[in-house]
């Protein structure tokens, strides 16, 4: 079946501007979670959904990082006023049944790149 | 807190040579222990995972064991292919599943 899915892979923008990141998740999975990754590092939180609600987003680096997931599959991460340390491949993942120790599918990322 | 810990690399390694790549944890509870790979141009895949203390995780020949007194976790393989050749995340979850808490990853390059 269809993985995880993100839109757009590359994106290149100026600092200042505003970007919206998109995900589709695994059908059927309840959670959602957003990542970032940046050069030689692994994977850091950022939110997690459960259904249509941010049950965690204690990694959310400041006031310019915004999730969204109305209908409770497709999310939307967005970033106003970016800013050139923004820069990194945003990962988003879904997993069927958290918490606990639920396997977690990782779509292919978005390179964000902040001129 | 929670946080892994992995060998840093790269690490190069001729075809049919033994691979062991170090994890450690600190977390909170009782975590479930996971390795992702990640191929070149590729997303991370799951490669195996533990749940529990003393369990083994095991696919593709890689194999893990769940070492809680020594808060470890392991990646061995026997005898590694050039196809191995990736980045290997180490990550934690804990039981609230939340978030995972990965490792800095480390890179691998199996030479024919």
């Known amino acids: 079946g269809a993985g995880v899915s993100q839109t757009p892979s590359n994106k290149v923008t100026e600092k200042g501007k505003y970007v919206e990141l998109r995900c589709d998740p695994i059908s059927g999975h309840t959670a959602l979670y957003w990542y970032r990754q940046s050069l030689g590092q692994g994977p850091e939180f950022l939110i997690y959904f459960q259904g249509t609600g941010a049950a965690d987003d204690s990694g959310l680096p400041n006031d310019r990082f915004f999730a969204v997931r109305p209908e409770g599959s497709v999310s939307t991460l967005k970033i106003q006023r970016t800013e050139r340390g923004d820069s990194a491949v945003y990962l988003c993942?879904?997993?069927?049944?958290?918490?606990?120790?639920?396997?977690?599918?990782f779509g292919p990322g978005t390179r964000l790149t902040v001129l | 807190g929670n946080s892994v810990t992995q060998m840093e690399g790269p690490v190069t390694l001729s075809e049919e040579a033994f691979l062991t790549i170090n994890c450690t944890y600190t977390?909170?509870?009782?975590?479930?222990l996971f390795w992702y790979v990640q191929y070149p141009g590729e997303g991370l895949q799951l490669l195996l995972k533990?749940?529990?203390?003393?369990d083994k995780g095991s696919n593709k020949g890689f194999e893990a064991t769940y070492r809680k007194e020594t808060t470890s976790f392991h990646l061995e393989k026997g005898s590694v292919q050039v196809s191995d050749s990736a980045v290997y995340f180490c990550?934690?979850?804990?039981?609230?599943?939340?978030?995972?808490?990965f490792g800095t990853g480390t890179s691998l390059t199996v030479i024919p």
């Open positions: 533990a749940t529990k203390a003393d």
């Open positions: 990550a934690l979850s804990t039981n609230t599943g939340n978030q995972f808490y």
């Open positions: 993942a879904s997993s069927l049944n958290p918490p606990g120790p639920d396997t977690q599918y």
């Open positions: 977390a909170t509870g009782y975590p479930s």
